[in-house]
């Protein structure tokens, strides 16, 4: 048996966290062989630092500091009434993150006001004359303030005919702070380094969505930033201690991400018969007919009553590549199209079906919207009466001895991960007659989630126990992703063993699983 850990990069795109990304996560990017190394988990814990207030020197704004200030040359305090002037030296030991980090006392604001993140900050500019910022920008790329929302180059409140160039608090310090060529090119422009300071004024637009979770919420907690996004919705799972400020976290996710105009939080796990949740819309409109594009197909559909995750895109797509024109695919719990519409764009014969009558009718528009409607036979059906009986139907003809057809793989997915294993017994003694030649036999890709140490082992076991035999040497295991904080979601593809598809079939002693 091979337990293969393949990367799965899913859509990220929609999800969109600003945070370190977990561990869990950095698996997906490696492949590793399971059985000689196992199932490593380690979670790297990194102690942050933090300047306290009596710790930072904000440059020369704050009148707390004026003792301080006072002691180095060259530095004064800015007229009130002025936002600009020189200012030979810039001392600093903020951190990015607090300079340009939301007011204090917006923390525990649970209704958001958007006028109390109003901030000023002062940082160094330079002053050049207008006709000539292209073509220093080019050389100050290092030294330019970088700040997403921020002007790096503004009007002289004092003179028309000048422009200046915000630069970075943290890499010019003072005039010697300019590294050698771009001094350089000071001197060929005939530019003066002479560091002045602005006054900058922030405002809610300028704060990134993590920075104003991170200043609202509870100090030390964890911060929302990243979501999936299904259309026009954005999808959270708020923790506990983030639920006081629920409907501030859905305004932000509305107000920074462009598109978005619903925001929602799963308020139960995925664990009824049709494998949607409940939903409460923290802010925005609560329409929750939406329209996705996943890997160059369109999916419509009412969110509130079907199962869709933008991050299985990349699994979507490494099933579909594993399928050839003129492929069989059963899709048993098919939801809203994700396999079955890529498998039929692909010229393959699939059977689709889902018990859910809401995925049943989004799939029969979905089949239509993309094309693909008279590919695809569409079922709605218990998964077991799927298997029992077109599934059963279908094989005895693509399999039997009398089919003249040439013979082309059959594949069939299982895509329930919190039950799917437990369909696997409705392949016993599935078909009559002679079994076919071994490399004819359905491939099933069934999906399951563990929280074993050893996940891969422990999802192969959990299938040889329904099934009665051992799959070595016949199977492989694919990860899929992280679901939560020991949790993975995992695929298993092998072969029906011939001895379990067909009736009259007597298992070899070697074949026979002896689970406990």
């Not at 006709?131 to 002007?151: D, F, H, T, W």
């Not at 799963?266 to 996943?294: A, C, P, S």
Request: with cysteine; hydrophobic share 40%; net charge neutral.
């Amino acid at each position: 048996m091979t337990f293969l850990l393949a990367a799965s990069c899913d859509a990220v795109i929609q999800s969109q966290p600003t945070h370190p990304r977990p561990i869990s996560e950095l698996h997906q990017s490696m492949r590793i062989f399971w059985r000689p190394f196992g199932f490593l988990r380690r979670l790297l814990k990194v102690e942050s630092c933090r300047i306290t207030e009596s710790e930072s020197l904000i440059p020369l704004a704050w009148t707390s500091l004026i003792q301080k200030l006072s002691k180095a040359p060259g530095i004064f305090l800015l007229d009130q009434r002025k936002r600009f002037s020189t200012m030979p030296e810039i001392e600093t030991s903020r951190s990015d993150s607090e300079l340009f980090s939301p007011p204090s006392d917006v923390r525990g604001m649970t209704t958001l006001d958007r006028t109390a993140f109003n901030k000023i900050v002062t940082i160094p500019v330079l002053k050049v004359r207008k006709e000539i910022v292209n073509k220093l920008m080019r050389s100050l790329k290092r030294a330019a303030l970088q700040r997403p929302g921020i002007k790096r180059v503004i009007e002289d409140p004092e003179d028309e005919e000048s422009r200046l160039i915000m630069l970075d608090p943290y890499k010019i310090l003072t005039n010697d702070s300019f590294e050698e060529a771009e001094l350089s090119i000071l001197k060929q422009l005939n530019i003066s380094p002479q560091i002045s300071k602005y006054n900058l004024e922030l405002t809610y637009e300028n704060f990134k969505s993590e920075e104003i979770l991170r200043a609202v919420l509870p100090e030390g907690q964890d911060v929302t930033s990243g979501f999936s996004r299904v259309g026009h919705i954005a999808h959270l799972n708020l923790r506990d201690h983030q639920l006081p400020f629920k409907h501030l976290i859905g305004q932000v996710m509305i107000d920074k991400n462009p598109g978005i105009t619903s925001a929602v939080n799963k308020i139960n796990h995925i664990d009824n018969t049709y494998r949607n949740f409940q939903m409460e819309v923290l802010y925005g409109e609560e329409n929750m007919m939406t329209k996705v594009r996943e890997n160059n197909y369109t999916y419509e559909f009412d969110f509130s009553k079907v199962y869709w995750n933008p991050r299985l895109s990349t699994e979507h797509s490494r099933i579909t590549e594993l399928l050839k024109p003129g492929d069989v695919l059963f899709d048993v719990f098919a939801g809203v199209g994700p396999f079955a519409i890529p498998a039929a764009k692909k010229n393959c014969t699939v059977f689709a079906n889902d018990l859910n009558p809401e995925s049943y009718k989004w799939l029969l528009h979905n089949c239509k919207l993309n094309k693909v409607d008279n590919k695809v036979k569409v079922f709605n059906l218990d998964g077991k009466d799927f298997l029992q009986g077109p599934v059963r139907e279908e094989l005895m003809q693509q399999l039997g001895p009398l089919s003249k057809e040439s013979k082309h793989a059959v594949h069939i997915v299982m895509n329930l991960p919190a039950k799917a294993i437990e369909f696997l017994s409705a392949f016993k003694s599935l078909l009559d007659g002679q079994p076919c030649g071994s490399e004819l036999l359905p491939i099933v890709h069934c999906y399951s989630f563990s929280k074993d140490a050893n996940p891969a082992e422990d999802v192969q076991q959990q299938a040889e126990a329904v099934l009665g035999i051992s799959l070595d040497p016949r199977s492989s295991v694919h990860l899929v992703r992280n679901v939560a904080p020991n949790k993975e979601m995992l695929c298993l593809t092998f072969r029906i063993p011939a001895v379990i598809l067909y009736k009259n079939q007597t298992l070899d002693l070697g074949e026979q699983f002896l689970g406990n």
